[in-house]
């Protein structure tokens, strides 16, 4: 069970906009900012969106990331099949004084 | 370039003993936050350890705590983990990570390929 909840799965097809939410509480996403991470099947997790919707030198303008309270969002738009793959949310957890993450969304592109 | 690579891994016995390196490259490895991050085999991520710039900060996953130790080497630029009391839910790939760290935000912005860990008798 992940401190952090996702759905585990979305699909969308190519050129379509899908959003993955990420759900959390006081103690992680409501008081410090949330990242995102992309992870293609067989390799290393890749890092998405940081900070307030920052995005490292690289990704694409299509990955966008929000929050709201407790809760935060990542949006892909322009859907495209290289875009399928594992995404996980995160944050840091004053209670637990450590990295929580959320277990996982597998996205399908159809 | 920028590079993290670990090293290590292997098969173990239940109850045994291994120590992970990372080895980086590419950057001031003595500037930032350093981390591991687990991924046990078809499951998630999930978060091992941080160690601050010097030493001096290390935060480890309260389940973790006395079995699981990080560690750094800030003159060879390299990261450790020592693992005792191996079990077979310690089954994992296990990832060095750099923690980027600003003071209001965070992020693990540098991933090395990872090291399989098999815990089995």
């Known amino acids: 069970q992940s401190v952090l909840t996702q759905p585990p799965s979305a699909s969308g097809t190519p050129g379509q906009r899908v959003i993955i939410s990420c759900s959390g509480s006081?103690?992680?996403?409501?008081?410090?900012?949330e990242h995102w991470y992309q992870q293609l099947p067989g390799t290393a997790p890749k890092l998405l969106i940081y900070g307030n919707n920052q995005r490292p030198s690289g990704v694409p303008d299509r990955f966008s990331g929000s929050k709201s309270g407790t809760s935060a969002s990542l949006a892909i738009s322009g859907l495209q099949s290289e875009d399928e793959a594992d995404y996980y949310c995160?944050?840091?957890?004053?209670?637990?004084?450590?990295?929580?993450f959320g277990g996982g969304t597998k996205l399908t592109v159809l | 370039e920028v590079q993290l690579v670990e090293s290590g891994g292997g098969l173990v016995q239940p109850g045994g003993s291994l120590r992970l390196s990372c080895a980086a490259s590419?950057?001031?490895?003595?500037?930032?936050?350093m981390s591991w991050v687990r991924q046990a085999p078809g499951k998630g991520l999930e978060w091992v350890a941080n160690i601050q710039q010097d030493g001096s900060k290390i935060y480890h996953m309260d389940s973790l705590k006395g079995r699981f130790t990080i560690s750094r080497d800030n003159a060879k630029n390299s990261l450790y983990l020592q693992m005792n009391s191996l079990r077979a839910e310690d089954t994992a790939v296990y990832y060095c990570?750099?923690?980027?760290?600003?003071?209001?935000?965070?992020?693990?912005?540098?991933w090395g390929q990872g090291t399989m860990v098999t815990v089995s008798s």
């Open positions: 990570a750099r923690f980027y760290s600003s003071g209001w935000d965070d992020a693990f912005d540098i």
């Open positions: 006081s103690s992680n996403i409501g008081s410090n900012t």
């Open positions: 995160a944050a840091w957890d004053d209670g637990l004084n450590g990295v929580v």
């Open positions: 590419g950057f001031t490895f003595s500037t930032y936050w």
